[in-house]
């Protein structure tokens, strides 16, 4: 995936297309090894009660190699790395309502009234494991205090700062 909110012409997300990162990843779960961004559930190893959010890249190593990796085969849209996460599952009673997050502060404040452009790719990938799964809707929460997930609880900001999205494809 790659990650882009704009005020044009500036890009206010620093890191969008994930090719800044302090390790080269290794397995799932280590999308604390890319800079700037953060997971919201402040787990950092995968952790079944837990979301965590993947950082899978061409010159990986292990499950956290493109295109092959552990989640299916996936090819980035334009460079060589890529965010990953469950943005909903229900397949398991002990996790209802399964959900990851990943979340960045901007380069400024937004101003109210002035319009922006939010771009990003998405992929379900080729897999029997994960290409399996689909989901319906996307949404961006924008909040003015860092996002904290508890578990694998949904993460409820304001509801007056989540933005719905439908894909134009």
Known sequence: AMLQLQAQPENL???????????MPRSAAEV????????????HAESPDHGTPDYLHMQGTGDAK????????VYPNS????AGLVL????DPERPNFRE???IKLNE??????????EV?????????????????????????????RGNDIYRPNKSFILPFVPVI
């Open 109 to 118: 404040p937004l101003i109210p009234g002035r319009k922006y452009k939010f």
């Open 121 to 149: 790719y998405v992929t379900h990938g080729l897999s029997d494991y994960i290409g399996q799964y689909n989901c319906h809707a996307l949404s961006l929460g924008l909040t003015t205090s860092k996002p904290v997930q």
């Open 101 to 103: 997050y990943l979340a």
């Open 32 to 43: 604390d090894k890319l800079k700037e961004w953060c997971n919201p559930s402040g787990i």
């Open 79 to 82: 460079v060589h790395g890529i």
């Open 13 to 23: 997300v620093r890191n969008g297309d994930f090719e800044e990162y302090f390790h």
């Open 66 to 73: 493109l295109p092959n990796s552990l989640k299916g085969k």
């Open 88 to 91: 909903y599952s229900n397949d």
